[in-house]
């Protein structure tokens, strides 16, 4: 455990958390979050986890663009003008993102295994290539980004264990409740929208 582990935990905390409560400033947060722990990953050699973070990195970027869109859209004289409207994701996308997800995973996993000392190479590909998956969804607003987070982030739990990151597997288990209550949130909020939809 590091002095940059334990910052690295508690922003990323922060940023799930403010997820969770469909709150603009998750994606500045969680930027800083995945700069920390790409340098925590290269030092631990865990190569997919930090092309995982150099991409969350513009992930975050996108996400954050594409919830300050929707944001600006909304009626600014409503009190809840920080927080974003959830969306359900259709079979058809629910469908192609896994298949993207199981492909990236090939790939990366082939490459990591074939020409760098990563360890837990396929492992670790698939959990980054499905990570992918469920930070795209988030950005675009669809609540099954949080089954798959929790999917996801049961396994990482495991991997960090293995690899000593104690304080991370920590991490992940209390993502995991957060993407429980992020699922019940959005869920929730959706539920609450779906009559006045109906009634417009």
């Known amino acids: 455990m590091s002095g940059l582990e334990i910052v690295a935990v508690i922003i990323s905390a922060l940023a799930v958390w403010l997820t ?16 920390l722990y790409a340098r925590i990953f290269l030092d631990a050699k865990l190569y997919s986890d930090l092309l995982l973070q150099l991409i969350f990195a513009v ?3 996108y996400g954050w663009w594409q919830w300050s869109r929707a944001v ?15 969306q359900r994701l259709p079979k058809s996308g629910v469908l192609a993102g ?24 396929w492992l670790d590909s698939a959990l980054t290539s499905f990570s992918l ?17 929790i999917a996801v982030d049961i396994i990482y ?39 006045a939809a109906a009634a417009a």
């Open 133 to 149: 998956v469920a930070q795209f969804w988030m950005a675009r607003k669809y609540i099954a980004n949080w089954w798959l987070w």
């Open 72 to 86: 600006r859209g909304q009626d600014n004289s409503q009190p809840d003008n920080h927080h974003i409207q959830p």
């Open 59 to 61: 992930m975050q970027l």
């Open 20 to 35: 969770a409560r469909r709150h603009l400033w998750c994606w500045p947060i969680g930027l800083v979050s995945v700069l």
């Open 157 to 195: 739990v495991g991997v960090y264990i293995y690899k000593d990151l104690n304080l991370t597997a920590g991490l992940y288990a209390a993502f995991i409740v957060l993407a429980v209550i992020g699922l019940r949130n959005w869920q929730r909020q959706l539920a609450g929208n779906q009559p």
């Open 98 to 121: 896994l298949l993207a997800g199981a492909l990236g995973s090939v790939a990366l996993g082939y490459v990591m295994a074939s020409f760098t000392d990563a360890h837990i190479p």
